[in-house]
């Protein structure tokens, strides 16, 4: 059922590309995903305390997030690279970042989840009714770390995506409207180095 959706979606996004360069995307996307499960329990927390001097920021990107600390900050981050290095790498800011997540149905990874995020001092926060938690979090200074690119099913705005109008999340402009903190919108890709 994945692998039929994924494919529709990338038709949908990459009309040009052919079926198997497509099926390819796919591939690499799950791959990915493998990574991004190994990144959370493993290789991650090998490098609680030294994480920073493993990063190359872009231009001014180091000094925006610093410059945000203690303000309520929104960041809105993707699902794109590395992106549970980036909550690690607010975290060891000192941004103290909030997540809302729903935990995967897998008992033993979600517990590792929760352990490894608790050990950088991130905060899980509940997806359900979890907006109150992030305006409290907000309120006291801390960051709200969101990746809202998926469907949205709470009161979504519908806004055009590749031509069809996509369920979108309001969440991060609502908290940024209401707070005094910026809106920030970053990424972490892994290089070669």
Not at 24 to 51: N, Q, T, W, Y
Not at 78 to 100: Q, R
């Amino acid at each position: 059922r994945r692998r039929t959706l994924g494919l529709a979606h990338l038709k949908r996004a990459l009309p040009k590309v052919s079926a198997r360069e497509r099926e390819g995307i796919l591939k690499e996307s799950c791959c990915h995903m493998g990574l991004f499960g190994i990144d959370s329990v493993s290789l991650l927390p090998r490098h609680r305390g030294a994480l920073l001097s493993r990063v190359e920021f872009e231009d001014g990107a180091e000094e925006t997030l610093l410059a945000a600390r203690g303000l309520g900050a929104v960041v809105v981050q993707p699902h794109l690279g590395c992106f549970e290095g980036m909550t690690y790498i607010l975290a060891e800011m000192g941004l103290d970042p909030a997540v809302p997540m729903r935990l995967p149905t897998n008992l033993y990874l979600a517990r590792r989840l929760e352990s490894a995020r608790g050990e950088w001092g991130v905060r899980l926060l509940p997806r359900r009714g979890g907006v109150r938690a992030l305006m409290s979090h907000q309120k006291e200074g801390g960051t709200v770390l969101l990746a809202p690119d998926q469907n949205s099913h709470q009161a979504p705005v519908f806004l055009p995506w590749f031509g069809e109008l996509a369920a979108t999340d309001r969440t991060a402009p609502g908290l940024a409207l209401r707070g005094e903190g910026p809106l920030l919108v970053c990424w972490c890709l892994r290089t070669d180095q």
